[in-house]
């Protein structure tokens, strides 16, 4: 028999459209939420929600830019409209930028940290209160195993997004818990999704090569059901931290106890595959 953990519930996906976003809507839905789907992709969102209602399940999907205050309020309103005030958020949509650290144009840096780090603070900011005002609720925001740990220059500005908002979820984790509201960051490590689709290259970058715009995933890169499963589950069991490779949690333990060393290893590894 099939587990429904979620009956009656109400979840609010950003990034639904495609990936880890898509896969958390479908395995909600399955285990009896109604789903409000988000995203800027409406072409992608119509064939979540048609497969969520074929299955017999409820959703609606909204089209939404993370990136503006109005949308997130207009979501919120959209979803107490269609089912009631939320009981899960998931703030999922996130874009990837890849171009030379000490180049990169400070406009790089606030696209980047516009949607993968404010884009959670107004969805926080949007549905919370409500959250609060009820005494329970969970929020789900995804970070990346590039919020725990830096390391390809390329990359710099991702991981600095990521990295603002695991500090922002582990200070809110805190800050709600205690008034009934759950908190839960998903750091992933490689997912396989269209997630390479959502790269922009920095305007100062001389051209794609050696921004590896081809190696968005690992060799061990899990498949977006997987990451969906673990993301219930720690909200079952109400767990902060959700990492989909178990390598990095030995990884994190390293890092923690010494940092210095992490940079010398780091280094000596990318001074290797130079
Ligand atoms: N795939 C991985 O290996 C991996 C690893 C670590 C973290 N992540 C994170 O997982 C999250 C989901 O990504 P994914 O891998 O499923 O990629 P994906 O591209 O398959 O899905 C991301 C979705 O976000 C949407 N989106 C982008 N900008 C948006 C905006 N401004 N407003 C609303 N929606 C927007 C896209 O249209 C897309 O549907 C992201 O935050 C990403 O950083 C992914």
Redesign the pocket.
Known sequence: MSVVRFAGKIAVV??????????TALALAAEGAAVVL????VD??AEVESEIRTAGGRAIAQ??????DA?LEALAAATTAAFGDADILM??????LRGPLERMPTSDWQWIM???FL?AVRGVRAFLPAMLARGSGHIVN??????LVGGRAHSAG?SA??FALVGYSETLAVHVRSRGVGVSV?????????????IRLSDAAEGPEGYGLDE??GPD?VE?DA?AALVLDAMVDGRFLVL?DPRHQKMLERRVSDMDAWVATRAAAGAARA
């Open positions: 950003t990034g639904a459209a495609s990936g880890i976003g898509r896969a988000a995203d800027l992709n992608r969102l089209r939404c830019d993370v990136a503006s949308d703030n999922n949509a996130g874009v990837m516009d949607i993968n884009g995804t970070a990346s195993i590039g919020g991702y997004s990521k998903l750091c992933p490590g490689g997912v396989r999704t269209n997630l390479p689709e959502q968005a995933f890169a977006p990451a989909t």
